[in-house]
């Protein structure tokens, strides 16, 4: 079956580290995957978007990776803020022939000052 | 910057109730989603629709479920005949255009408690 694994376990950093979060998918051939940022009791919110023909994606203190054959895609946040502290959701498009994005359960990052 | 408005952004109904959730999709855009978080659990897709119609749905998209874009604006989801299961957050979202990466605007949800 198709499965869209990110950790359950909440991530604790504390101030000024990287943070990365993993996203990891079994059957799927996804055309693209998204980084979405999702605080509590509110919609996620876009970060990031990389194709399945792109290596990695930078936008300011973010950066995505994305290895096809590993079925792996990591995001990193570098110098964090507790600002940064949210819920971060993988989504992919293309299961099925479909684009509409699927979304992982996310993992919770905890930046502490 | 655009938003998508959704209303209400709470409700609680009596199980069996019709609801009906609003949401107001960016203006320019074209695609529109709905689709609904449990407590605890991952975002899953319910329906999209585009032109007018709907152009995919998920399996949980059942005949309880239907919407519509009845005027320039709005974007609606009903369920007919509400049950404890249907509780959970409701999120509209919308995309600009068709470019293959679907990249969605979300609101800020509904929250649907069913009792």
């Known amino acids: 079956s198709q499965k869209i694994e990110q950790n359950s376990e909440a991530l604790n950093i504390q101030e000024g580290k990287t943070a990365t979060l993993t996203c990891n998918y079994t059957?799927?051939?996804?055309?693209?995957l998204q980084w979405y940022r999702q605080d509590p009791g509110r919609g996620p919110v876009f970060l990031l978007l990389?194709?399945?023909?792109?290596k990695e994606k930078r936008k300011e203190r973010l950066k995505v990776t994305f290895d096809t054959t590993l079925k792996q895609s990591l995001f990193h946040i570098t110098a964090s803020q507790p600002a940064d502290s949210a819920t971060y959701l993988c989504?992919?498009?293309?299961?099925?022939?479909?684009?509409?994005?699927?979304f992982g359960r996310g993992t919770s990052l905890i930046v502490h000052p | 910057e655009p938003e998508v408005t959704q209303t209400p952004s709470h409700q609680v109904t009596q199980m069996g109730q019709e609801v009906i959730l609003r949401c107001v999709p960016i203006?320019?855009?074209?695609?529109f989603y709905w689709y609904r978080q449990i407590l605890g659990q991952k975002v899953e897709f319910l329906v999209s629709?585009?032109?007018?119609?709907?152009?995919?749905k998920s399996e949980i998209f059942d005949d309880q479920f239907s919407v519509e874009r009845p005027d320039g604006s709005n974007f609606t989801l009903k369920i007919r005949s509400t049950k404890l299961e249907d509780s959970a957050m409701y999120f509209c979202?919308?995309?600009?255009?068709?470019?293959?990466?679907?990249?969605?605007?979300f609101g800020a949800g509904s929250r649907l408690t069913v009792l």
């Open positions: 989504a992919l498009g293309r299961t099925g022939g479909s684009y509409i994005p699927t």
């Open positions: 059957n799927y051939s996804p055309a693209y």
């Open positions: 990389i194709r399945e023909n792109e």
């Open positions: 203006s320019n855009h074209l695609y």
């Open positions: 629709f585009y032109n007018n119609e709907i152009s995919e």
């Open positions: 979202a919308s995309q600009l255009g068709g470019s293959g990466a679907n990249v969605l605007t």
